[in-house]
């Protein structure tokens, strides 16, 4: 027995409305996700920046790597950094300066030296 093939080529159809119905709907899913990116996370309160004073009196203390403490141009023994800056009387500040090894312990110890000494005016800054 024999059987007989058939081929047929069918043609195919799109059909539109489904296509259409799919793209709408990514379409609005990308907009409604991408407006929740836009918005911010956390809220943030900002505040507004003041001009910073111009002091006419200031002390550099730099500080060695080894520990060795230097002020207008004189080595001032550890000991007596608190005897130094006592002299200054008035609205003073002192900016310590310390090379890129020294120590922070060192930094926070004449720091708090600064602070006993009465002085109240500190920056921070790198040689």
Do not use: C
């Not at 259409?20 to 809220?43: G, K, M, R």
């Not at 900002?46 to 002390?59: E, H, L, P, S």
């Not at 900016?95 to 926070?108: A, R, S, W």
């Amino acid at each position: 027995m024999k059987f007989q093939r058939h081929y047929e080529i069918a043609k195919g159809e799109i059909n539109f409305i489904p296509l259409v119905n799919i793209v709408l709907l990514i379409t609005i899913y990308f907009i409604i996700t991408s407006s929740f990116i836009t918005q911010p996370i956390i809220n943030v309160r900002t505040t507004k920046m003041v001009q910073a004073k111009k002091w006419t009196n200031k002390i550099f203390l730099n500080i060695s790597a080894t520990g060795k403490i230097f002020s207008e141009g004189k080595e001032i023994p550890f000991k007596e950094v608190g005897v130094f800056l006592k002299k200054f009387k008035g609205n003073i500040l002192v900016i310590v300066k310390g090379q890129k090894n020294t120590p922070n312990g060192t930094i926070v110890k004449i720091i708090d030296m600064v602070h006993k000494s009465g002085i109240k005016n500190i920056a921070i800054s790198s040689l």
